[in-house]
């Protein structure tokens, strides 16, 4: 409950009126030189931070414990490699205490996830793919904070950058699904893993869906899962590569389990992005209300993506909404060369967090955009631009919602040079979900 009083008083009604009066201003700029207004609103957080100082950040991933404060998790990757150390930070309420996790410059891709109070931290350690004579493979790690690091199993796995580790840990005990293969030769393509354990029991990995089951003419991959937990069942989804002759499609899929005594039952996998797009990069999140709310990118050209959202409750799947707003996205061609969406949910809070930028964009470089719902994701609130640096690659972020409803979003930001690759620090800000009273001034200054 402290975290909410600070939160409000934090943003005092004075300081939003200044804020909203800057924000109207550069916007009628914007009016006058481009001649389009364009819906994005500044957000206004209650903290921020760069919590890596490192410029070397990348892979950020985010979580928030119980008692409101978050946990930030990357790799410092030195310029000219390719992996890094894995570096915790925790934010103790009076500042940032950093950690290196692993010293063995070998790790990528990690997940966090809080049970209760505590944090429970996953990885992909060794040589991802790059090229099959350096497909040397790695394995997966779990280290409850505190305690000691083990290999989730004992098998070898081979995959590349879309490998993505995601590890949920509940009372019932964990949850990990990742995409792999279990050769260097079809590391390009993997299946699609789940892994669970009992709260202190030895890891069981079992394929769930193989890289053509769900391909129309073979030749499929498995790529970018994520894993939700909703109402004791779990649910999976993936991007889903199918490729017949030259013409290669992307699919977001989805899955569910029940897990009893006997390990996980599934139900049959279903696609969920429309049949004519190019749907890639998914992420989950359930709300604690028994749905689930998945985003994915929508890739129609380099210069024209979409952020797609789709809800599961009790009645079924929703329609899909389009998140990003009217204007089509757009990103840099360095990397990561597609937009890339996270999501959280708490109750009726869903927040849904990209990169990119839009056609009045005066800059090509990303800023990262926060879209709330506060009614369970049918009704979606201001586009709001949490990074405002204008002139500055930000990107990959990820997002996190407190028990106190206070939003959390961790990404890259670029910190300058030549080397687009290299040279980035890990930004975090967190604050209220919405901020209502920066719009409105924007519309009666422009009139
Ligand atoms: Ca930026």
Redesign the pocket.
């Known amino acids: 409950m402290g975290e909410t009083n600070s939160l409000k008083s934090a943003m005092t009604a004075q300081k939003a009126t200044q804020i909203a009066w800057g924000v109207g201003t550069a916007l009628a700029l914007a009016l006058l030189t481009v001649g389009a207004v364009h819906a994005v609103v500044g957000w206004i957080p209650a903290e921020t931070a760069n919590v890596s100082q490192s410029g070397e950040a990348k892979n950020v991933a985010l979580a928030v414990g119980s008692g409101g404060k978050a946990a930030a998790w990357w790799v410092n990757v030195p310029t000219g490699h390719r992996r890094g150390d894995l570096i915790l930070a925790q934010n103790s309420g009076s500042g940032w205490t950093t950690q290196t996790v692993t010293t063995t410059l070998e790790a990528r891709w990690p997940s966090v996830v809080y049970s209760g109070t505590d944090l429970f931290l996953a990885w992909f350690q060794g040589q991802l793919y790059t090229q099959p004579a350096t497909a040397l493979g790695g394995w997966f790690w779990e280290q409850k904070v505190g305690e000691a690091p083990r290999r989730v199993t004992d098998t070898q796995f081979y995959s590349g950058e879309w490998v993505r580790p995601r590890l949920r840990v509940g009372p019932e005990g964990g949850h990990m699904v990742f995409a792999v293969a279990l050769t260097s030769t079809q590391a390009a393509r993997g299946d699609l893993y789940y892994l669970y354990r009992d709260p202190s029991g030895p890891w069981f990995s079992t394929v769930v869906v193989t890289r053509d089951q769900v391909a129309a003419n073979g030749s499929g991959g498995v790529f970018y899962p994520d894993l939700a937990l909703a109402n004791g069942q779990v649910h999976l989804v993936w991007e889903q590569m199918s490729q017949s002759g030259s013409a290669v499609t992307y699919t977001v899929f989805h899955i569910s389990a029940s897990v009893g005594p006997g390990g996980p039952v599934w139900a049959e996998p279903s696609r969920i992005s429309l049949p004519d797009e190019n749907a890639q990069r998914p992420a989950i999140a359930a709300d604690g209300m028994g749905r689930v709310h998945v985003v994915w990118t929508d890739y129609i050209t380099d210069t024209e993506q979409y952020v797609r959202y789709r809800r599961l409750d009790s009645t079924g799947w929703s329609g899909i909404q389009t998140i990003s707003g009217g204007e089509p996205l757009k990103v840099n061609q360095i990397r990561p060369t597609i937009v890339w969406p996270a999501i959280a949910a708490q109750d009726d809070l869903v927040c849904v967090a990209w990169h990119g930028f839009y056609p009045d964009a005066t800059t090509e470089?990303?800023?990262?955009y926060l879209r709330c719902s506060q009614d369970g994701g049918q009704t979606w609130g201001m586009v709001q631009n949490v990074?405002?640096?204008?002139?500055?690659?930000?990107l990959m972020p990820v997002v996190a919602i407190g028990i106190d409803k206070s939003v959390h979003v961790l990404w890259e930001?670029?910190q300058g040079g030549n080397n687009y690759f290299f040279n980035y620090d890990a930004l975090y800000a967190a604050g209220p979900p919405e901020v209502h009273a920066v719009f409105l001034p924007i519309v009666l200054r422009n009139r």
């Open positions: 470089a990303e800023e990262i990074s405002r640096s204008l002139d500055r690659l930000s930001e670029f």
